[in-house]
């Protein structure tokens, strides 16, 4: 059934293309044929320990299991004209980046395929040792579809409805990497089985794709954008392993190492919110009427915005990103830090570059999740840290996530509540540097309150901010029109 879903599916994407050939760009490439599929082979033997972060998988009758996909790649995968290569406007472009993930994924479920090698990877290790999973005692990967749990997001940043709620919600996700993504996490992965002392710095190359699927427990009543909603259930309470519960589909990520990019930091980041209220978007380019009724729900996310660097040193108007203002109007302005691009469930106080430019490795109790203060000093280069003397993970938070559950399980001393503690504290405590060092107008002024959110601040940071906001705009350089 899901063979034919899928042809439909297929059929339909080419039939728009040609029907509407006129006004259309010209038919994508298949990305299908232009990557021949890699020969399976073992992952890196350390990998295969993964499971000590993956709940043991249980028999159910209704829910299939979720399986790590690490046969990774042997070979470096060609270099090949990707579907994204073409288009010049930034919708396009994360259409064709989506279309892309779904051709291969969608009707198999995002699950690992039975039958055919793998053509899509995970990321091992998922313990997120430092992350505020801690506290409750587990830190990996649910077992019906591998979900890891994100922060918790409150509730009045999803929605101008919820703006007077106090309440917050858990998020919940799995991220998949294309072949050229798998290629490189098995040479990170060979060399830190072999000698995890090893501190090379590592690089994804060009066409690169990680998709990140972002599912939220709350519900339309609460968000009235999760309306007819993709829903997922899973194993998401961890005192009761048999027990699944239903998750939404709330925003979809992506991350595409990009040449067009390389004058800022080389990579895209993109985001999509789901809205099951909306019109399924023309620019997916497929014959709506042809997809299953199953998959539907799958269609109606759209593109929120892209983002190629953290605009330096910029206190509004940030230039490296375009946005869609009218969907962000519907979560909550601004989307991140100034203006900054950030999905639904992100924390406004950061932006999707910032964030991630805190990709390097550090070892052990030195390890400490990325904040929202860092990471907006300047655009790194693939390959450059952002703290001197530390390795880059090139964007890359599962990496960093990875190699850090993997350190800790074996040095078992660095296990200790203590350190874990003093990471979760790390995260979560104080106003935020950030807002302190670049200001925009503070939160609870934008909602018509009196109280200055993160004023006791250094006193003498006006100043500098009049010098920052005196450097003139910088040019465009990831160069998509606005459309
Ligand atoms: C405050 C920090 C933070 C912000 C902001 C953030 N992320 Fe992430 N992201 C993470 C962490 C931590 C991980 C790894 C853990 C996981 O996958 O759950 C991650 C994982 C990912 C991944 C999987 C690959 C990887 O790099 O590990 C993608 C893709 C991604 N994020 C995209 C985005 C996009 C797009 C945005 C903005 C819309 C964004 N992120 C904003 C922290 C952040």
Redo the contacts with the bound molecule.
Sequence with gaps: MRTIHYLMLATGIVAAVAVAAPIMPPPLPDPAAAISPPLPSPPPACVLLDDVFQRPTRQHPEQRQFQLSVDYPTTPPPTVSYPWSDPNHWREYMFAVLRYAYQDNLSNEWYKPASSAATWFHAPWMGHKYSSLNRSGFGGREWAHGL?K?HKTPLRDLSPTMSNSKGQVDNW?V?IYNAPGGYTLRKVWEKICADNANQQAIIFPPGTV???LIFTQATSNLVPYLANDVEWKANIDEQHPDNLLPLRLIQI???VRDTRADATTGWV???FMFDGRRPIDSLWQIDTQKIPKDLRPWFHVYPLGLTWGVDPGRTNNPVELHYDPKLAATIRSPLGLQGR???PI??PR???IA??AQ?ERVSGPKAK??T?RNGFERNLKPGEALTPGLISLD????LK?GIYSYWNKQNANAMSPHINNVAVRQNISGPPAGLRQFPSRPRAVQRGHTRVEGSHGAPSRPRAVQRVMGIPPQPQLFNLPVR
């Excluded at 964007?395 to 599962?398: A, D, H, P, V």
Aim: net charge negative; aromatic share 6%.
């Design positions: 890891t994100e996700a991220s990680v998709v990140k990520d992506i991350a980041f993109g985001t691009l950030n999905g992100d924390n950061s932006s999707c964030c991630h990709a999740p990325p929202e964007f890359s938070l599962q996530s």
